[in-house]
C-alpha cells in the first residue's frame, strides 16, 4: 500500500534539491523505524531557521556524514512533527506541503492547524527568501 499523506492522498514528493526525507528518498516517509517522526514537509523561512538552531536542532549547517547539506529559506524538509509544532506554538512555524505530508504527523498536529499553514510552492521556492 502506498504512503499516505495527512488529507488522504498518496504522499508526494517533498524535495529533492536538497534530497530530503528519513530515508533519503524526497518522501516524507514516517513508518515505525522513523522514532523522530519526519512527517512534515516544510518550505524552511530564515525565521523557522533560527527557531530551530536556538532550540538545539541545527538545521543550518551541513552534516556529511549524515546526508545532511544544511538548509536555506525555501528549501523544502521533511521536519520532525513535534519540532513544527513547538514553532507553531512559538509563532513562527514554518508552511506545510500537505499533500507531502505524511498521515503520522497527525499524531502529532491537528489537520486543522496544518492546514492553517499550508502553502502551494512555486517551481523555484527560492523566492520565498
Do not use: K
Not at 85 to 108: F, I, K, M, N, S
Not at 109 to 118: D, R, S, Y
Amino acid at each position: 500500500m502506498a504512503e499516505r499523506n495527512v488529507l488522504g492522498g498518496e504522499l508526494g514528493e517533498c524535495g529533492t534539491d536538497p534530497v530530503t526525507g528519513y530515508y533519503r528518498t524526497g518522501r516524507c516517509i514516517a513508518d515505525e523505524a522513523d522514532l523522530g517522526n519526519h512527517s512534515i514537509c516544510a518550505v524552511m523561512t530564515a525565521e523557522f531557521l533560527e527557531h530551530q538552531q536556538q532550540h538545539g536542532n541545527d538545521l543550518l549547517t551541513p552534516r556529511p556524514e549524515w546526508l545532511f547539506p544544511g538548509l536555506r529559506p525555501g528549501d523544502r524538509w521533511c521536519v520532525v512533527a513535534v519540532r513544527w509544532l513547538q514553532a507553531y506554538e512559538d509563532g513562527v512555524a514554518a508552511p506545510v506541503v500537505l499533500a507531502c505530508t505524511h498521515e503520522r504527523a497527525l499524531e502529532v498536529v491537528p489537520l486543522e492547524v496544518l492546514q492553517q499553514h499550508a502553502v502551494d510552492v512555486p517551481d523555484d521556492p527560492r523566492v520565498l527568501e
